[in-house]
Structure formats: structure tokens, C-alpha cells
């Protein structure tokens, strides 16, 4: 009787903002390791359907390290190192004696001082271990990954994420592993097809459920149907924020037809993106022209969408843009949250219902207008930790069920409560909210700073969702970023008469 097939696993997953002053280190990343990465199943992250689906397969999983961080700043050298180091003690011996595949759970859109593309290096680095050179390799990713054709060259399936907000991250690592376990069972072996495109869309052009993506996601789902070669498809726009040479949308396929038929099929749909390019675009009014205008006593909160202090994009979530404009118009029952340890720890031995001077926000960008001084009367303190209402939040793609927003504090200032964190926490599920004792339908005005992410948590409560202009380093013009490696001309920073695609 055959033994099942032994499958290696490793995770590293970051979304690295390259134009924000901070590092991101080690001591960032929410490691685990071994066996007790097998404790995810259930949690409802990309690993976890990894590890359901490996079940379901009767695959043994051999665990190595599980590494994953919130979207911030360039990764140090060294925390790429790291993890390498760590990961590379424990798939050796398993190479060594023998697996059947690899199986990873990445980003895609991870970069460091040393490299721009650290998932291909990853790749490359496990290619050339004795054990890793031809093994089976797939993995899901994120549709926010800049997907090199390195990357591509060195892996047999990889599958991303086909919804934003990420709805189907852990359904996506499900596809991933049946199409592993596929080809250990037909004993067919698949490889990439990759473009490339000269496009670079911010985050607000790249919901699926709007145009460009819609079309795209038809196009590339109807030749997957048409096409019994193809096994699967990705529409992957990319990560705006990360000057690479890799950065951009590209499309890609898994499959083990012939390259020329499979090529010309991703040049049909290079030319469907290029045709639309102009529908990534976004523009937005200003949060103060926006509140100037707000509809009274609707069904419902006006939710004010901030793209600029996004933090599933990285940014610090301490952007004072939304709330100076609340205090200043005298909004009344407003809520919004700012990522602030400082303020948390200035009103750790202050009384509950007691009022205190207190600065918050506008430290982590220098592009805020700083630091906001108010007046506040603290509602309440709590640990911070929270489980997600949702399992298919856009959350559990980045940390599973549980997050932890670390030391919180609850003030109000005039008519606007303010969640106060330690640890900047992606908005995207309300138990954010109801853990501090906080009902988000019953406000009338939501800041919320994200892009696209928040909309399974906020549109059922929404009366009606704007997105604001504010200061911040997530802007959706992508022609104000100091850029240096991004490959040029560049839909929208050059006129481009003949678009170049780039294909493996």
C-alpha cells in the first residue's frame, strides 16, 4: 500500500507600501511554526483551507513556518532572512528525505531594501535546495500580489484570490490544493502562462464587482470553461504602492496546454484590460466638500470612505483628515477609529468618565496635517482583542478569526466617539466595533480608512458610502509617488501610444 503523498508547507505573507517611512521587522510578524501551525484549521484563513483541503485529499502536511504581517512599510533585509533561516531548517530535512509537492501560502506583494521581488527570490531559493528543484510547487496568493514573471517561471500552479474584498481567500487556498492534489493524482504536472501590462491601478479601481474587474473576471473565467487545458485563471491587478519593477496588473493561467494557444489567449485578454484602463481610475471630492453636502436623517449611517489612510494598503491609520473635518463642522454622532498607541498609554491612569487634553493622530505620515488636540471624555479602556463576526471578512485573509487591536481606549469629543488602538487594525469586520461595546448602525456619520475591503462589513448598514479625499499615503493618484523602479511608460503616468506586454 502507497504511503499518502507528502506535501511541505510554508507561509509568508506582506503587502509592503515602499513610500512609508517605517520598517517593517521580525518582531512584526505573527510567526508560527511546526505542528502548531496546524492548529489554523478552522480559523478561516488561507491556511486553513490549505489544511482542510489537504485532508480532504489524504495528504500528510509537514508544517514549517507560518509568517504573515498587516500591510506596512519595506521589510528589513534581515526579517526576510529570518524567516528563510527558519524555514529552511525545517523544509531540508523533509527535501531530503523526500516530498511530493510544496505547497505556499503568499502575498505576492512583498519587497525588501535588497529585494523587489522577495517571493521570487523565495521561490528560487527553494528551487535550488537538493530535494526542491522540480517537486510540484503551488500556493494561493493575493490578487493584490505584483506577480513576476520570475515567479511564475519557478512555480507549477498558483492560484489568487478572485474577489476584493477578499471574500474567497480561504476558498482560493482550496482551489490551490485540489489542483495540487490533481496533479499528484493524474500525474500531470502544470506551469504558468503570464502577461504582463503597462497599467497601475490604486486599490479603488480594483473591487470586483466593478468595471474594469467584472469584465475581466468574465473574460478569464469564460476561457476557463472553453479551454479543458486550463486549470485556472487570475486576474491580478497589483499593488500600486510598491515601486518595483514587478508592480502592475498582469494576467496569468495554470495550465498544460501549449504555449502559443495559451499565449495568445492572455493576449486577447491584455488587449480586453488595456481597452479599459481608464475604468481603474478613481477621483474623489474632498471630506470637507462631501460633509457639506450630507443627507439628513437617512435609513442608515453615511459611511465616509478614507483610500488615502487605507490600511489594508499599509497605511498608519492615524490620519486626522475625517476627524478634524467632524470637529470642525460640528458633526453629531459620529465614530471613527485612529490607530494611536500614544494616546492609548496617555489615558491609561485616567478615570472612566473623567475628561483630559489629549494630542491623536497625525504621527505616522508626514503628509497629515499632525497631531490633533481635543479635549475628550473617555468612555472606556479594553484589551482589544476581538473575534471576526464574519469568517469571509476580507480580515480572516490576513489574520484568520482573531485580531488583536492591542491596549484600546474609547473617548469622545463633542459629537464624535473615537476608538482609540495600539495596533492598527484593517476595518473590515463591525466586531471591531461590538467588542468596545460600540453599535456601528446606531451613529449617523462612519469614518472608515480603507479602499474597497470594508464593503461586505459596512454597505448592509450603510444609508449611502462616499469616498473622501484626505491627506495620506495611500492616495488613489498614483502620479504623486516618487517612483524609481517601476518599469516605464506606465498607464497613467505616461502617454502610451502601443502597449508592450510582457509575456514569460
Known sequence: ??????????????????????????????????????????????TDGFLSAAAAAGLTVIPTVDARAVPSGIVTDEAFETFWQEFVERARPALEQGVDGIFLVLHGAMATPSLTDAEGELL?????????????????????????????????GLVAYRENPH????????????????????????????VRL????????????????????????ELEDARPAIWATNVVPGFSFADTPDTGLSLSLVHTGEDAVMNADLRRGAELAWSKRELGEVSYASVDDVLASLPVGGPGPVVLVEPAD???????????GILRALVKRDVANALVAINDPAAVATLAQTTVGAARKVSIGGKGSRLDEGPLELTV??????????????PNSHLASMSGLHFDMGPTAVVRAGGVTVLLTSRKTPPFDLGQWRSQGIEPKNFAVIGVKAAVAHRRAYDPIAAVSYLVDTAGPCSSNVRLFPWRHLQRPVHPLDAIAEPHFEFL
Open 124 to 156: 528560487a531559493r527553494i528551487r535550488a535546495l537538493p530535494g526542491g528543484e522540480t517537486v510540484p510547487l503551488f500556493g494561493v496568493f493575493d490578487l493584490h500580489a505584483n506577480l513576476s514573471a520570475r515567479t511564475c517561471r519557478l512555480a507549477n
Open 310 to 320: 487605507n490600511i489594508g494598503g499599509g497605511a498608519p491609520g492615524d490620519g486626522t
Open 198 to 221: 503597462p497599467i497601475v491601478w490604486a486599490p479603488p479601481g480594483t473591487g470586483s464587482a466593478d468595471e474594469p474587474m467584472v469584465s475581466l473576471r468574465r473574460f478569464m473565467t
Open 167 to 194: 471574500t474567497d481567500a480561504r476558498a482560493s487556498a482550496v482551489r490551490a490544493t485540489e489542483l495540487l492534489a490533481r496533479a499528484l493524482r493524474e500525474n500531470v504536472i502544470p506551469r504558468m502562462a503570464w
Open 377 to 390: 471624555t473617555l468612555l472606556s479602556r479594553h484589551h482589544g482583542r476581538f473575534k471576526l463576526e464574519d
Open 1 to 46: 500500500m502507497s504511503q499518502p503523498p507528502r506535501i511541505l508547507f510554508g507561509g509568508l505573507f506582506h503587502e509592503t507600501h515602499t513610500f512609508l517611512e517605517e520598517t517593517t521587522t521580525w518582531a512584526d510578524f505573527d510567526v508560527t511554526f511546526d505542528d502548531h501551525i496546524l492548529g489554523k484549521l478552522g480559523d478561516a484563513s488561507p
